[in-house]
């Protein structure tokens, strides 16, 4: 199975008519969207064509795909216009390897999991993917509203590796999480 992992859209039309391009391009057997989908936040600039319902309506037009955690600027109004549950985590074994995804604001690399292999969020807007103590980080980084000079990103998990990428498909880092 292939997985495409976005976290940190923001309300971003612009970024969610990139992300209908992702997705038509890697062609993701499932999508996992890491919160913080709608609502810029008051910390955040509006994004780039800044329009919820935008968002709303391209997601929605993957709803079976889609697998989505809460992020912290994800209400109950959120799931009012998705067509998709959001899940304050979502835990799967890929290949014989446990993987925990959340939106980040928890759970972390400072603030660990008590579950997982290979832990997966989002919410700083960089991102990377690192290990540390035989666990591996990794953070798709933000679609929209990348931050600390990182691009606009996100993720893919296959067979064996995870793979940062940058909106255009260019690789930003790899790691094999399979060894």
């Known amino acids: 199975m292939k997985y495409l992992v976005v ?3 923001h309300g971003s039309g612009y970024y969610a008519r990139k992300l209908q391009e992702i997705i038509e391009k890697e062609t993701p057997d499932k999508i996992i969207l890491l919160g913080d989908l709608y609502y810029h936040g008051p910390r955040n600039p509006l994004t780039d064509d800044y329009g919820p319902q935008e968002v709303a309506r391209i997601l929605n037009s993957h ?3 889609i697998l989505c955690t809460r992020g912290n600027c994800d209400a109950e109004v959120d799931e009012m216009i998705s067509e998709f549950k959001f899940e ?10 446990d993987f925990f995804f959340s939106h980040g604001h928890r759970y972390n690399i400072t603030n660990v999991p008590p579950v997982g292999k ?4 989002g919410h700083f807007h960089t991102g990377f993917i690192q290990e540390v103590n035989g666990l591996i980080f990794a953070n798709p ?10 691009e606009h990103s996100y993720m893919i ?10 909106v255009d498909g260019k690789i930003l880092d790899s790691k094999e999480y399979i060894k």
Do not use: A, F, H, R
């Open 7 to 9: 976290s940190d859209i």
């Open 63 to 65: 709803k079976d795909k």
């Open 88 to 97: 304050e985590s979502i835990e799967l074994n890929i290949n014989g390897v």
């Open 118 to 121: 290979v832990i997966v969020y």
């Open 141 to 150: 980084g933000s679609i929209s509203l990348p931050k600390e000079g990182t």
């Open 157 to 166: 998990i296959d067979d064996k590796n995870l793979t940062l990428k940058d």
